[in-house]
């Protein structure tokens, strides 16, 4: 395996301010590792183990433990077939977990899952200070805006469809190309949105619109998926593909593949991995940026 062409690179340095003027800042010298905590009924990954308030809080401090550097909320189920859940049930699931975490001092920040703009005002001014959308602001284009107006970054993913229809027959000419193409258009909304170059992160979506083999291609060929001069996420944590890979492995036992394939991402050029389990594939993390490193 050869190491990616070199491309320019984003600022190796994040700083913004959270709502009550907290500093923030991401350091991109390392791999850094985004922990998934999940308050909803069915997730695909947990089934609903992180609920309620006091199961997803003690699941972040698990993932505190173990070294996360970003936390990423998320009160709405986006697997294959789920249905829109309404702003209000959305924010009644993530409020009282926001909160409590927000008000510790040795919290990392944390990453809203959502694509409603509603929702995101209101995460940030409780403490949130990262906007995560599946929906890369075509869904409600004023999360841009948010975004925007309060200086945050915000991860724009692809996805070909919508959750509940995105796995029914998805088709690509040259999924690399498209993808790549998809993520340079709406780096370049969100830029016109007013949000800076230095604060957009970019997330290929494996598994949202995406069979199998298009997610190894893109996988594959990461470097060439990623638009240069912007910061890089990869989210396949769990995902159904690695599951058919091992054979049918269920959600909850796909850790050690996820953090094979993270080791594989962080060398084609990713640089936040998003996971459900931190420890592994933090090591696997680890391991890659030392053979990138090394002379």
């Given at each position: 395996m050869t190491a990616?062409?070199?491309?320019?690179?984003?600022?190796r340095l994040m700083t913004w301010a959270t709502f009550d003027g907290t500093p923030r800042r991401l350091v991109f010298d390392r791999p850094l590792v985004m922990?998934?905590?999940?308050?909803?009924?069915?997730?695909?990954?947990?089934g609903g183990r992180f609920f309620s308030p006091e199961a997803a809080l003690s699941q972040a401090q698990r993932h505190l433990d173990e070294g996360a550097d970003?936390?990423?909320?998320?009160?709405?189920?986006?697997?294959?077939?789920?249905?829109?859940t309404p702003a209000d049930e959305e924010w009644r699931?993530?409020?009282?977990?926001?909160?409590?975490?927000?008000q510790r001092p040795d919290c990392p920040p944390i990453s809203v899952d959502t694509n409603k703009a509603e929702i995101a005002e209101k995460a940030i001014q409780a403490g949130a200070s990262i906007i995560n959308d599946i929906w890369a602001g075509r869904h409600d284009p004023e999360i841009l805006r948010v975004a925007a107006r309060h200086g945050v970054p915000i991860i724009l993913m692809h996805m070909l469809g919508d959750p509940r229809t995105m796995q029914q027959n998805p088709r690509y000419d040259d999924v690399v190309r498209e993808v790549r193409e998809f993520l340079e258009e709406r780096a370049q909304a969100a830029m016109?949105?007013?949000i800076d170059r230095s604060?957009?992160?970019?997330?290929?979506?494996?598994?949202?619109?995406?069979?199998?083999?298009?997610?190894?291609?893109?996988?594959k060929n990461l470097e060439r998926v990623f638009p240069a001069g912007f910061h890089s996420l990869m989210a396949l944590s769990r995902k159904?593909?690695?599951?058919?890979?091992?054979?049918?492995?269920?959600?909850?036992?796909?850790?050690?593949?996820?953090a094979a394939a993270n080791a594989l991402a962080i060398f084609k050029g990713a640089e936040i991995?998003?996971?459900?389990?931190?420890?592994?594939s933090k090591e696997a993390a680890l391991v890659a940026a030392a053979v990138l490193a090394a002379a």
């Open positions: 990616p062409s070199p491309q320019p690179k984003a600022d922990a998934i905590i999940n308050i909803t009924p069915d997730s695909f990954s947990d970003i936390l990423d909320l998320g009160g709405e189920t986006t697997r294959p077939g789920s249905l829109p699931r993530l409020e009282p977990v926001l909160t409590s975490l927000a016109r949105a007013g604060r957009i992160i970019l997330d290929p979506g494996l598994g949202f619109g995406k069979l199998a083999e298009h997610n190894l291609s893109l996988l159904a593909f690695l599951g058919h890979i091992l054979g049918g492995a269920p959600a909850d036992q796909r850790d050690q593949a996820t991995i998003r996971v459900h389990s931190v420890k592994p």
